[in-house]
């Protein structure tokens, strides 16, 4: 049995209350009223958080906006006390919240940097190298001896996220800071990330990115409407996320998270049911089945003459139905499901995958790919299917699935549903562009030049 590390950060049971009012003349009218009336009423950003973060692991903290991520890392930070509950820290910590937060825009950077250093507790003597670190990695010029107020929001950032990483913290806490600067500041925060895993510092970072998350964390925590939703394996965890992201309530919601999608899985199978696919199968035919899927996207494009009809589609990953979210290099199937209403002698089924722009990056239909389609006759429903091997750049995609009739000259559109799927590609590697063509690279030979 693996033994668990000790806590470098324990959460209990913390929540926070804000009060709100709809005017800074209600905040006034409760503060001077004689008998106490209150004007405000309550919000609940956090509620009933517990967790623990272990010493030398990487957390991903993730959730929509306003889910009560950043609330929650002020609290770990000791920038806000919570309402009620505790946070335990064990080791000195460094945190980079907001954009410069803690930063007094009136100083110089070289100023604040100095400030921040003596709130750690490190002497004048101790920041002099440090400082040169910080000037070193922010790379902002004279600008460090310049006010912070006339700072672009870049230099800013840089500024912050130097001095944070520099004064040698044994926990650090990051609020979307690594995606910063240009592509060079941004290897370089990267880098120095992984040097902190390296050297089994104790990072907690909030990141809309989830690639980042499945790729630097040992953990995940899914925040929602203030409470944990999810936790656990990262991979699973940001399939719970997109779940949520793409159609607000995720089908698991009752079930407690992704942990209990993992037992539902277990239990279906322990009952011997019948697999999603096969009841996609043996499904009825009903029209605008399309929008019950987790992947789906609303701002669809359809057109066509609706000769034949889709109407339902369901996509497979390995073990998983419906994905939101895949791993790149992990080969997919995608089922489409047609009602045909009236006969066609040539019919013809594509599908294609696009970028987030709209970029197309691979299209193929049977026609061109010689596998002609037989007859389909008025009544008739039929199921064909898709496969290939995504092995895509991190990022978010769309898929389109189709049927057209080939007319020798042309292809009527019966019906096209353009970017109909919503896909979220996890990376499992470093490559610029968009695909992976699997390069391989090895040295051949190696002979030593005669010296003259």
Excluded at 419 to 445: P, R, T, Y
Aim: hydrophobic share 40%; glycine share 8%; charged share 25%.
């Amino acid at each position: 049995m693996m033994m668990r590390k000790p806590p470098a950060i324990s959460v209990e049971n913390v929540s926070k209350k804000f009060r709100l009012f709809n005017s800074h003349k209600e905040r006034l009218m409760e503060l001077l009223h004689p008998f106490n009336r209150k004007y405000h009423r309550e919000f609940w950003a956090l509620k009933d958080i517990n967790f623990i973060v272990e010493k030398g692991s990487t957390v991903g903290i993730l959730g929509r906006n306003g889910s009560g991520k950043s609330t929650l890392l002020q609290i770990i930070a000791s920038v806000m006390k919570p309402t009620s509950g505790a946070v335990k820290i064990d080791g000195k910590i460094s945190a980079l919240l907001e954009l410069g937060a803690g930063f007094n825009p009136e100083l110089t950077g070289r100023s604040n940097v100095l400030f921040n250093g003596a709130i750690m507790g490190y002497s004048g003597e101790e920041m002099k190298e440090r400082v040169r670190l910080i000037e070193e990695f922010a790379d902002i010029g004279d600008y460090i001896d310049q006010p912070v107020k006339f700072y672009s929001s870049g230099m800013f950032v840089r500024l912050a996220f130097a001095a944070a990483i520099n004064v040698s913290p044994d926990i650090l806490i990051i609020d979307e800071a690594l995606a910063v600067g240009d592509a060079k500041f941004q290897q370089k925060c990267y880098k120095k990330f992984i040097e902190f895993q390296e050297e089994g510092k104790t990072i907690l970072f909030v990141s809309h990115s989830a690639d980042s998350i499945v790729r630097h964390c040992d953990h995940a925590v899914l925040i929602e409407n203030g409470g944990i939703f999810a936790q656990g394996k990262p991979k699973d965890v940001i399939n719970t996320y997109h779940e949520i992201l793409f159609t607000g309530e995720p089908s698991i919601a009752k079930a407690g998270g992704a942990e209990a999608s993992n037992r539902i899985k277990e239990d279906v199978a322990a009952q011997k049911e019948k697999t999603p696919l096969e009841k996609f199968i043996e499904g009825t035919t009903g029209n605008g089945k399309c929008v019950n899927r987790r992947s789906y996207n609303k701002n669809e494009f359809r057109y066509g003459n609706r000769k034949a009809e889709l109407t339902d589609y369901l996509a497979v990953c390995g073990n998983d139905y419906d994905p939101v979210s895949i791993v790149s290099g992990e080969a997919v199937t995608v089922y489409s499901k047609y009602v045909i209403n009236e006969d066609m002698e040539w019919p013809v089924f594509g599908y294609g995958v696009k970028t987030l722009d709209g970029i197309v990056i691979y299209a193929n239909n049977t026609g061109f790919m010689k596998r002609p389609a037989s007859p389909v006759k008025k009544g008739e429903v039929v199921i064909v299917k898709f496969s290939a091997r995504l092995n895509l750049k991190a990022g978010d995609y769309f898929m389109t699935l189709g049927i057209a009739e080939n007319k020798t000259v042309e292809h009527i559109i019966a019906d096209a549903r353009h970017d109909i799927m919503h896909l979220n590609v996890m990376g499992k590697g470093h490559f610029d562009g968009i695909v992976d063509m699997d390069a391989s690279f090895e040295e051949v030979s190696r002979t030593s030049v005669p010296r003259a």
